[in-house]
């Protein structure tokens, strides 16, 4: 008898629900770790943040992002570690591994989203387009992705119009200056990417991946402006013993003592602040 | 450790002590077993998992992966690695009648590095179906090639006229080690950013890799390893008093020292290919155990595997658990608690150091 009532109650509910209006948001994941300092940031660029349940080690903007569980380094994620804050879906950087790890969590049927990565102004775009659509909030990507897009364009603009006719200029990114090594950014890397967007040259654009560089490949490559990260502790440069370097001295930047710092994720990153990054370095070449 | 007696700096025949060690050492290692079966991250319990399984319940699908696609493959990982690396470091101690003797002194160490360099740098380099054939599995395989081809080209340059000289080899393995590392540092200097993060990594160690896969590949030569060892025990005893001593008392020396090299490389070889690289078990363990119950090599290198395998274990559920979610490198871990014991154990027994 119960039982009967209680079928026909189901079968009554299957048969109106279709009619009521789905109730949002049902079908997108609901607890995502975040991997990879770029999607995070993108993550809380769309306003999505209640959404993360974790992140990982280099995921550290904006800084309330801090409070959540750290699983660990992109590429040594621990299988159980990400289990253990029952996550629906992970979203990460290219990259993550180590593949026994990404296999696992497939396995215990996490969905598993590898963002591509690239350092130019189509692959940020991509890359927020992209995580807009796995959260199911594909409106709030492209508002963001065309704000990005327009402020690039911006960026972009400022060093053509205000030295135009004027050979471009030459940045050297320092990565760093341990025992007076200079550590330069070549071609293929983030740092060659956000100085083509802001309009000027990689000083250094004959090798791949960050290398050390001689003194006279430093004077050969006669930069303007030199571009660093803006760091504390003991990786900081100051300005002395920057342009102390015999070497740096001996170039136009070093004679202009032109140099730009800034935050490391935001200058490197290719995520939402990229425009921000490109803009300040486009008016320190504009105007150096 | 339970493994240290008061008595055992006594002289005399300690043989029943050793063998009082060894059910020390066995239930040492079911609780170091059911630690590391037990205790991860998520908050999966192992007891209810194995109620629910004699209850003929189903185990929900997120502990059974985590159970026995991560939990068990780890166990089974760590005691072999942890086993292999401790009766190693015992054999090598032996055969170079050297405190000091790891699997760094034949070259294994350098070598299996290099492998795992090679893999990690020019990986990418790779025609793309030579690389999907081998996938995840090259940095393992060109570990173990590598261990391997360094130790075998030690034999090699050691041995003249059918006889291997045991100074020639250490000489000849920081030889070969300096040229290892050269070869190592080109292959660091062409590495961008992220492969320079990843050798950091793996130099450290980690048991976070272990798949049913990877793990099943390298059990057999660490398993081969491991049952051959003991054999060499008897020899190991008789080349304590020197070569010529050995060789009057009826042991086939040559054969003695060919045997312990091969048994090393496969087992520190398959160990590290799989784990990275995890100092300080090689080292410890067995002087740890002839502190405890002296240099016979017939305790020796059994208690050295049981040992090896329980420290190995626990160490490993220390770093899994320090950081959750997150995980630390297990060679950091194995460092920071054994060096200070050990140090500890030097200094607490320094008249009575016997190798």
Same mark, same amino acid.
């Given at each position: 008898m119960r039982l009967a009532t209680c079928r026909r109650l189901t079968l009554t509910a299957l048969l109106v629900l279709p009619l009521l209006p789905a109730p949002s948001r049902a079908e997108e994941p609901q607890r995502i770790v975040s991997i990879g300092g770029s999607v995070t940031e993108i993550v809380y660029a769309l306003g999505e943040e209640d959404r993360l349940v974790a992140r990982d080690t280099t995921s550290t903007y904006p800084p309330e992002v801090a409070a959540l569980p750290d699983i660990g380094y992109i590429r040594q994620l621990s299988p159980e570690g990400v289990l253990s804050v029952n996550p629906t879906l992970v979203l990460t950087e290219e990259g993550a591994g180590p593949p026994e790890a990404v296999e696992l969590l497939k396995e215990a049927s996490i969905e598993f989203v590898e963002i591509p990565e690239g350092y130019d102004r189509a692959a940020v775009l991509t890359k927020i387009r992209r995580v807009s659509e796995v959260l199911g909030v594909p409106e709030k990507g492209e508002q963001l992705a065309s704000d990005v897009a327009a402020a690039l364009d911006d960026a972009g603009r400022i060093v053509g119009e205000e030295s135009s006719g004027t050979p471009p200029r030459r940045v050297l990114f320092v990565l760093s200056m341990q025992g007076g090594r200079v550590m330069a950014g070549g071609a293929n890397t983030a !740092?060659?990417?956000?100085?083509?967007? %802001?309009?000027?040259?990689?000083?250094?654009?004959?090798?791949?991946?960050?290398? *050390?560089?001689? =003194?006279?490949?430093?004077?050969?490559?006669?930069?303007?402006?030199?571009?660093?990260?803006?760091?504390?502790?003991?990786? +900081?440069?100051?300005?002395?013993?920057?342009?102390?370097? *015999?070497?740096?001295? /001996?170039?136009?930047?070093?004679?202009?003592?032109?140099?730009?710092?800034? =935050?490391?994720?935001?200058?490197?990153?290719?995520?939402?602040?990229?425009?921000? +990054?490109?803009?300040?370095?486009?008016? !320190?070449? #504009?105007?150096? | 450790m339970v493994a240290i007696h008061p008595e055992g700096h006594l002289v005399g025949d300690r043989r029943g002590l050793a063998r009082r060690t060894s059910w020390v050492l066995a239930a040492l290692l079911l609780v170091a077993a059911y630690a590391s079966l037990a205790v991860g991250a998520s908050g999966v319990s192992l007891p209810a998992a194995l109620a629910d399984l004699l209850a003929g319940r189903e185990i929900d699908a997120r502990a059974r992966i985590i159970l026995l696609d991560i939990r068990l493959p780890r166990l089974l990982t760590g005691m072999m690695v942890g086993a292999s690396l401790a009766v190693a470091g015992a054999v090598l101690q032996g055969l170079f009648r050297n405190p000091l003797a790891d699997p760094g002194l034949v070259g294994v160490s350098a070598g299996a590095g290099l492998g795992a360099i090679s893999a990690i740098v020019l990986g990418g380099l790779l025609p793309g179906g030579l690389a999907g054939l081998l996938g995840s599995a090259l940095m393992p395989v060109l570990a173990f090639a590598g261990s391997w081809l360094s130790v075998s080209l030690l034999y090699v340059i050691a041995t003249r006229g059918g006889h291997t000289s045991v100074a020639t080899m250490l000489l000849g393995g920081i030889a070969l080690a300096a040229m290892t590392a050269a070869f190592s540092g080109l292959l660091i200097y062409m590495a961008d950013d992220q492969q320079l993060r990843d050798l950091t990594f793996w130099s450290l160690g980690s048991l976070a890799g272990a798949s049913w896969s990877k793990t099943l590949a390298a059990a057999p030569l660490m398993l081969a390893a491991?049952?051959?060892?003991?054999?060499? /025990?008897?020899?190991?005893?008789?080349? %304590?008093?020197?070569?010529? #001593?050995?060789?009057?008392?009826?042991?086939?020396?040559?054969?003695?020292?060919?045997? +312990?090299?091969?048994?090393?490389?496969?087992?520190?070889? +398959?160990?590290?290919?799989?784990?990275?690289?995890?100092?300080?078990?090689?080292?410890?363990?067995?002087?740890?155990?002839?502190?405890?119950?002296? *240099? =016979?090599?017939?305790?020796?290198?059994?208690? /050295?595997?049981?040992?090896?395998? /329980?420290?190995?274990?626990?160490?490993?559920?220390?770093?899994?658990?320090?950081?959750?979610?997150s995980e630390l490198p297990i060679g950091i871990v194995t460092a920071v608690i054994g060096g200070p014991f050990f140090l500890w154990i030097l200094l607490r027994r320094r008249g009575s150091l016997e190798i």
């Open positions: !740092a060659d990417g956000i100085i083509r967007l %802001a309009g000027g040259v990689n000083a250094v654009a004959g090798f791949d991946g960050y290398k *050390p560089l001689s =003194d006279e490949a430093i004077i050969e490559a006669a930069p303007d402006v030199i571009l660093m990260m803006a760091r504390g502790g003991d990786l +900081a440069v100051s300005d002395e013993a920057l342009f102390s370097h *015999p070497a740096i001295a /001996s170039t136009p930047a070093g004679e202009t003592r032109a140099v730009l710092r800034i =935050d490391g994720m935001k200058l490197l990153g290719f995520g939402p602040r990229t425009a921000e +990054a490109a803009t300040e370095l486009a008016h !320190a070449l #504009a105007g150096g | 491991l049952l051959t060892a003991p054999a060499l /025990s008897r020899g190991l005893n008789a080349l %304590a008093l020197g070569e010529a #001593a050995a060789h009057h008392l009826g042991i086939p020396v040559q054969r003695l020292k060919t045997g +312990a090299i091969v048994v090393v490389a496969a087992a520190v070889g +398959a160990a590290t290919a799989i784990s990275g690289g995890i100092g300080f078990v090689g080292i410890v363990v067995p002087h740890l155990l002839r502190l405890a119950t002296g *240099p =016979d090599h017939r305790a020796l290198l059994v208690n /050295s595997g049981v040992l090896g395998a /329980s420290l190995l274990l626990l160490a490993d559920v220390v770093s899994r658990s320090i950081v959750a979610p």
